[in-house]
């Protein structure tokens, strides 16, 4: 899957002169992206793939959020308060009605989440100077590939993949549009 806008070149400028914003706000995506899984799981628990592998995924996000809490306690950073994401509003935005259109437009916008995610880790580990935290945000971008992929499959393992691939067509370019609508500031979306 590639995405139709690439990340402007202001937002890694924007992401490097205020590090300490672009942490806490990681902080919070990861912590929301293992809910969001969760929330997967407690919505179609009879699905058992998707059990299997939200769990997994959301498993692995928290530990993410763990390491990026590491990396703000050494900084004398303390979590702030939950704030809505502005660009996972934006995207929810989009989801259709009815049990299945929504469930499709769910896994699909995670996945597409996943995709913006994997662009700017590497972009924010190109950026960094060589050491610990330029492989952390190397080895961030990679997961989220597996994360992405991983969506995408759920996607067709409970829809055909005709329908799949016209959806992701259709919520690829609501997601540039929602990136270009989007004022450029130090956070992951």
Known sequence: MLLRSPTPAAW???????????????????????????????????RAELVRACVAVAREELEHFERVWELLHERGLVLGPDRPNPYVARLSREFRQGSDAYFLDRLLATAL??????????????????????????????????????YVDLAKTYFDAASVATRLDELLAAEARVVAELPVRSAIY
């Open 113 to 150: 989440a996943e995709a913006r995610g994997c662009e700017r880790f590497g972009l924010v580990a190109a950026a960094l100077p060589e050491g610990r935290l330029q492989d952390f945000y190397r080895e961030l971008a990679r997961t989220e590939v597996r994360h992405r992929e991983l």
């Open 12 to 46: 890694v400028r924007t992401v490097m002169a205020d590090f300490d914003a672009f942490l806490l706000d990681h902080a919070a995506c990861e912590r929301k992206a293992s809910a969001t899984a969760m929330g997967l799981v407690a919505h179609y628990p009879d």
